[in-house]
C-alpha cells in the first residue's frame, strides 16, 4: 500500500508542478478569451485542452488542492480495490480443503493450506486451528477476535477518502466565496455595477464550485463500491469462520 500510495503521490505532485508552470508561461491572451471563444473549445477542442482551459480559468491556487484531493483519493481507492479483490477467495473450496486436510493428516495439514492461501478468510482459519488444542470455546474466542482484526485491515484508509469527499466541496465554496468577495471588491473599486467588473470573479466562484462537487461524486462512488465489497467480504468471514467451528467441532470429537 505505501508504495503504491507514494508513487501516485508524487504523481500528483508533479501534475501540479506542471499546471502551475503552465499558468506561469500561458499568455495573458488565453486568459481574455471571450465566453464565444469558450464555447467554441467545448465544441471544437478535446476534452483535455477543455479541462485544461477551465482548470486555469477557475484558478491554479484553488483548483490545484481540488485536483490533490483527487488524485489521492483514487490513489488510496485503487490501492483498496486490489487489496479487497486479492482478500477474495472461494471460501468453499478453501473449507473443503481444510476439511480434507484434517482428515488425512490433521491440523497441522489444515494449517499448511491455510499458510499457503492468500486472504483474511484463511488467516481467520489458521488462527482457529493453532487454538484447536485449546478446546472449542477458545477457537470461537480466537475467530472472533481475529475477525474483527481483518475486518479492520480491509477498512483501512477509508477515512482518508472520507476526509476527501468532505473537503473538496467545502475547498470549491471557499473559492467560491473568495471569486464572489473579489467581485464584490471590483464593483466597490469602480463605484459601477457591470458586467465586465465582475464576470472574472463569478466564473471563479462557478468553476471552483463545480470542481469541488466533481471530486466529491467520483470519489464517493468509489467509497460506496469499497463499502459494499467490503461488507461482502466480511459476511463471507464470518459465515465461513461459523462452519469452521462446525468442521473443528466433528473433528474434535472424534
Known amino acids: 500500500m505505501k508504495k503504491i500510495f507514494a508513487i501516485i503521490s508524487m504523481v500528483a505532485l508533479l501534475s501540479v508542478t506542471t499546471v502551475n508552470v503552465y499558468a506561469q508561461e500561458a499568455p495573458a491572451a488565453a486568459t481574455e478569451q471571450t465566453v464565444t471563444d469558450s464555447s467554441e473549445g467545448l465544441d471544437g477542442e478535446p476534452m483535455h485542452q477543455v479541462l485544461k ?19 489521492l483519493g483514487l490513489a488510496i481507492i485503487i490501492e483498496r480495490v486490489i487489496y479487497l479483490n486479492l482478500a477474495t477467495v472461494n471460501t468453499k473450496k478453501l473449507l473443503k480443503k481444510v476439511e480434507d486436510a484434517l482428515a488425512s493428516g490433521g491440523i497441522e495439514a489444515a494449517k499448511d493450506v491455510c499458510r499457503n492461501t492468500r486472504g483474511p478468510v484463511a488467516s481467520i482459519f489458521y488462527q482457529g486451528l493453532d487454538r484447536s488444542g485449546e478446546g472449542i470455546e477458545v477457537v470461537e474466542k480466537s475467530v472472533t477476535a481475529y475477525g474483527s482484526v481483518q475486518a479492520g485491515q480491509l477498512e483501512s484508509g477509508l477515512s482518508w477518502v472520507s476526509l476527501f469527499i468532505a473537503l473538496a466541496p467545502m475547498l470549491g465554496f471557499m473559492g467560491t466565496v473568495v471569486g464572489m468577495i473579489g ?33 466529491a461524486v467520483i470519489l464517493q462512488l468509489f467509497y460506496n463500491y469499497l463499502v459494499s465489497k467490503i461488507d461482502s467480504i466480511v459476511i463471507t468471514m464470518e459465515d465461513a469462520s461459523i462452519s469452521l467451528i462446525d468442521v473443528l467441532t466433528k473433528y474434535l470429537k472424534k
Do not use: H, N, R, Y
Open 53 to 71: 482551459q477551465k482548470f486555469m480559468e477557475g484558478g491554479v491556487m484553488w483548483m490545484s488542492p481540488l485536483l490533490l484531493c483527487l488524485i
Open 183 to 215: 467581485a464584490f471588491d471590483a464593483i466597490e473599486a469602480a463605484g459601477d455595477i457591470a458586467p465586465s467588473l465582475v464576470a472574472g470573479g463569478i466564473k471563479v466562484a462557478l468553476l471552483t464550485t463545480v470542481g469541488g462537487l466533481i471530486v
